[in-house]
């Protein structure tokens, strides 16, 4: 069933939402709250009346739904002020404000769901976690772990998740992998048990192709309690090593299709490039290639320009670009491009933002970084993003707090080095040596193919007055990239500590 309303369409088959024929990604339990509102319209529903709705069984506040509603009606280009659909009623709740009109249209095969599931992206059916205690609490637990991994998962760019995932709840007997892609047509099945162990929580989770009916991943997770303080470190925990997984599928998938990529699947290469293999100069010049191509076949696609506009200003704030003029005015015109095409997804604002910021506009990617996080506050590229503007503006002790915040919610790939190196240097700025040092360290371990790390680094120890020691994190960054230049190490260190260094080689 399709329901219709304005120039917006909501189609339960798919699972998402469509302005005039283009979808717009949303959140899970956005698209729960648009769906109960129109197929309910001009019915007024109290706060109690939306939780019971939209998160059964769960312990939600006023504020969740609130911010339900607010990403609903961006959504649907809506506002408090205007109120064109999300109608508020004061002092009884909420309606939908307009006419829905329902379209049936006829079930599809698998193979149908998969056909024309092509230029739309992957799809991930997560599964309702299972447990054997009849405690209430990890009840709470297992329904809570379940929505907010898919919550975090919908950072993803072009994964979308199935919201088939209530039809299971309950059944004694859940259905395989295959038999999901044969029902539902999802490529990837995300299942999980939980049982009390120790006064904590043992969390077994396992990720399945769903076409091929095989297992991809599977990890045990042990969490202390109480089930309250479990869920968060809980879903930060299995999203750390899911994420690379995922992105390792996706990639995999990807490169094995037959016939010429899309644009989305030239973007999907191109994202999982970064997240696999590093930020290097090969693997920045590879992915910036496969997303030209992607814009080139969709000039509609906002987060190809977005995500080129990222690669080469970042690329070029590092100094692995050449011709700086022609390579800023690229990702300027990428990330206006996008920002025209959309300006309401938080991963086009994160990406978007970021560019701007690294070619030289931080004042004018700091409200975009932030509306991106507002928008979605699982958003680890935005947050780490917004913190490296705070830098570049002299907010030192806010860009602390926003890397250390999406260093936290990350998963476990290469990001975490770049990231890492920029909190070792906001650090650096305060003269917390010692936890510069930490953190450029660890920097290091988390990507032993990364020269920049180990530049900062090697300025730590010189700061420090260890010549020895900063001449050997040289050598290291040098074994990486043995053309390693002013061009590279200025940007990190500035002039006077990274010429100083440089004259150490």
Request: glycine residues 8%.
């Amino acid at each position: 069933m399709i329901l219709t309303f304005g120039e917006f369409e909501l189609d339960f088959d798919r699972f998402e939402l469509r302005r005039n024929g283009q979808p717009r990604k949303i959140e899970p339990k956005v698209f729960d709250l648009m769906a109960h509102f129109a197929r309910n319209p001009g019915h007024i529903f109290s706060r109690d009346d939306l939780i019971a709705a939209v998160w059964p069984k769960r312990v939600v506040s006023d504020a969740t739904v609130s911010t339900c509603i607010k990403s609903a009606r961006k959504a649907l280009d809506d506002s408090g002020d205007a109120q064109r659909f999300i109608e508020t009623v004061r002092g009884r709740g909420f309606r939908f404000a307009t006419d829905v009109e329902a379209v049936d249209v006829p079930s599809d095969t698998a193979s149908t769901l998969v056909a024309r599931r092509g230029h739309l992206g992957p799809a991930l059916l997560v599964v309702p976690f299972r447990t054997l205690s009849g405690d209430p609490e990890t009840a709470r637990l297992v329904d809570g772990l379940s929505s907010g991994l898919a919550t975090v998962l919908t950072r993803i760019p072009l994964l979308r998740l199935s919201n088939q995932a209530s039809s299971y709840v309950g059944r004694d007997i859940t259905p395989t992998a295959r038999e999901f892609y044969e029902n539902v047509g999802v490529d990837y099945v995300l299942e999980g048990k939980l049982q009390t162990h120790d006064g904590g929580y043992r969390i077994n989770v396992q990720l399945a192709d769903a076409k091929a009916g095989f297992q991809l991943w599977a990890e045990q997770f042990s969490v202390p309690g109480p089930a309250d303080a479990a869920l968060d470190h809980a879903v930060t925990a299995v999203i750390a090593k899911l994420e690379p997984q995922l992105h390792r599928a996706i990639y995999n998938t990807v490169r094995a299709a037959d016939g010429e990529p899309n644009a989305q699947e030239l973007f999907l290469e191109a994202s999982s490039i970064l997240a696999l293999k590093g930020w290097h100069p090969d693997s920045f010049t590879t992915t910036a290639a496969l997303l030209r191509r992607s814009c080139g076949l969709a000039a509609d696609f906002a987060l190809a320009h977005a995500y080129l506009a990222l690669v080469i200003g970042l690329g070029d704030r590092i100094g692995l670009l050449g011709d700086r003029e022609k390579t800023r005015g690229e990702s300027l015109d990428a990330a206006e491009h996008a920002l025209e095409l959309d300006s309401m997804d938080s991963t086009v604002l994160g990406f978007a933002g970021c560019a701007l910021a690294d070619i030289g506009y931080p004042d004018r990617a700091l409200p975009i970084l932030r509306n991106a996080v507002e928008i979605n506050p699982a958003n680890a590229q935005a947050w780490a993003s917004l913190g490296s503007a705070c830098l570049l503006t002299g907010q030192v002790e806010e860009a602390i707090r926003h890397l250390k915040h999406g260093i936290d919610i990350s998963p476990l790939d290469s990001r975490l080095s770049v990231w890492g190196a920029l909190l070792a240097l906001a650090l650096m700025q305060t003269r917390d040596l010692e936890g510069a040092l930490n953190q450029g360290e660890l920097a290091c371990q988390r990507d032993d193919r990364n020269y920049l790390p180990r530049v900062v680094v090697a300025g730590i120890h010189l700061l420090r007055k260890e010549p020895v020691l900063a001449r050997k994190a040289l050598d290291e960054a040098c074994r990486i990239m043995p053309d390693l230049q002013a061009a590279q190490v200025v940007p990190l260190l500035g002039p006077k500590l990274g010429m100083d260094l440089l004259g150490r080689k």
